[in-house]
């Protein structure tokens, strides 16, 4: 799997991005790497610096309060905050306690949900991607191709959302792939909410309950008991469970 991790930290499926409405940017702060697409006209250069002063706004909060409350960073369990968390602590927070996990379960789809929010006022179309978890405000149909190692689904079939202007998160959690920390071993956990950090919670809770092919029924009731989970994909080898919302389609 060592060529499977060093493709997907070097973010080379990004190359596959291809609506034709949008424009796409790339924003990074230390270990923060955004990608984010915006409606052609919509775009402009000074969108780019917007966008990077408040990644960098968002990571010194978090950073100053982790120095506050270590805990934070470490734990495998909700935690309760300390007065005066910073609104992207709250919401990970937030996400972490409805999905049973610690808070930086929800980091990636924290942070890209609260850029594509703040991205909102200047473009009708958002699609933030932060490290396979995705933040997305479409008024048409998008198709997201599914990553999961070596598995032989793997880019082989996508999810396609209408989300019809409304927002919605769409995050993956992986034991066989990329630097995350899971518990489990499966390719691939895709998890659809109205929210990404809670997406992103409840992918890795989900992704906690699979060792092998007959536990993906036991991740797909992990997740589905968790309030705004609309859909839940579950992969491992080439074996897949679903339940809800999810429109899969061949690529």
Known sequence: MDVGKHDYVNRHYRLNHTGSDLSYFNIRVKDSDLAIGVAKEA????????????????????????????????????IQLLPGAPDIARLMAGAGLLAGVGPMAAVAGA?????????????????????????????????????AGESSFSNQIALKVNPAGNSLGICTSSGTVGPSVSLGKADAVLIRAASAALADAVASRAGNQVQNENDLMKAVEAAREVPGVEGVLVIKNDKMAAWGDMELVPI
């Open 43 to 78: 775009y402009t250069d000074s969108l780019i610096s917007l966008c990077q002063r408040e990644l960098i706004r968002l990571r010194s909060g978090l950073e100053y309060y982790i120095e506050m409350q270590p805990d934070f960073k470490t734990t495998f369990l909700p």
């Open 111 to 147: 942070f890209a949900q609260t850029i594509g929010e703040y991205l909102n006022p200047y473009s009708a179309e958002v699609i933030v991607e932060n490290g396979g978890d995705i933040y997305l405000r479409s008024s048409i149909p998008r198709t997201i191709a599914i990553f």
